[in-house]
T-cell receptor, first 112, second 110 residues
Framework: DGGITQSPKYLFRKEGQNVTLSCEQN?????MYWYRQDPGQGLRLIYYSQIVNDFQKGDIAEGYSVSREKKESFPLTVTSAQKNPTAFYLC???????????FGQGTRLTVV | GQQVMQIPQYQHVQEGEDFTTYCNSSTTLSNIQWYKQRPGGHPVFLIQ?????EVKKQKRLTFQFGEAKKNSSLHITATQTTDVGTYFC??????????FGGGTRVLVKP
């Protein structure tokens, strides 16, 4: 099955700990994106990558980091510097920028 | 930078009625995409509009791109309970960021 996979679906962490969210796609897409969604709110862009070994900050990159060492993988690390990390995190990919994006099922992160 | 406003933020619709949601940008767009997110789910792509004045239909959904390529609308006729969810526009200007409007949350009253 082709698609985009995020794991885990639910994640709990203690305050002050870094946590890495996984995003893998087997669609051979060049572009990948990370979004944060708070309850009842829209999607805010954290980071995006157009090609392997390259990524750019989105609108709310502070407290987050990413890597794009492989085409199919775009992990997101939520660092202890992120003041309000509890949220729903969505990863997406597209063939190239400005084309249809496919989303993963999302990871609900709760920091206590 | 680009400012995007999606209105209304909430839409309560009686089943069977029509409604429209609008997406307005402060800058000229290269294209615009629309997505639907069901409660508890993830966004799913609906359509992409590229040409000035373009109109596309998907069954009961009609999408329109403004002549100036600064706004777009989604019109749903004869609303059904399956239309419940949040509809997001994703206006694309220069550059390769995929950003989204704030969404219109649709609730359907049976």
């Amino acid at each position: 099955d082709g698609g985009i996979t995020q794991s885990p679906k639910y994640l709990f962490r203690k305050e002050g700990q870094n946590v890495t969210l996984s995003c893998e796609q087997n669609l051979n897409h060049d572009a990948m994106y990370w979004y944060r969604q708070d309850p009842g709110q829209g999607l805010r862009l954290i980071y995006y990558s157009q090609i392997v070994n390259d990524f750019q900050k989105g609108d709310i990159a502070e407290g987050y980091s990413v890597s794009r060492e492989k085409k199919e993988s775009f992990p997101l690390t939520v660092t202890s510097a992120q003041k309000n990390p509890t949220a729903f995190y969505l990863c997406a990919s597209s063939t190239r920028p400005n084309t249809e994006a496919f989303f993963g099922q999302g990871t609900r992160l709760t920091v206590v | 930078g680009q400012q995007v406003m999606q209105i209304p933020q909430y839409q309560h619709v009686q089943e069977g009625e029509d409604f429209t949601t609008y997406c307005n940008s402060s800058t000229t767009l290269s294209n615009i995409q629309w997505y639907k997110q069901r409660p508890g789910g993830h966004p799913v792509f609906l359509i992409q509009l590229v040409k000035s004045g373009e109109v596309k239909k998907q069954k009961r959904l009609t999408f329109q791109f403004g002549e100036a390529k600064k706004n777009s609308s989604l019109h749903i006729t004869a609303t059904q309970t399956t239309d419940v969810g949040t509809y997001f526009c994703a206006p694309q200007a220069a550059g390769n960021k995929l950003t989204f409007g704030g969404g219109t949350r649709v609730l359907v009253k049976p």
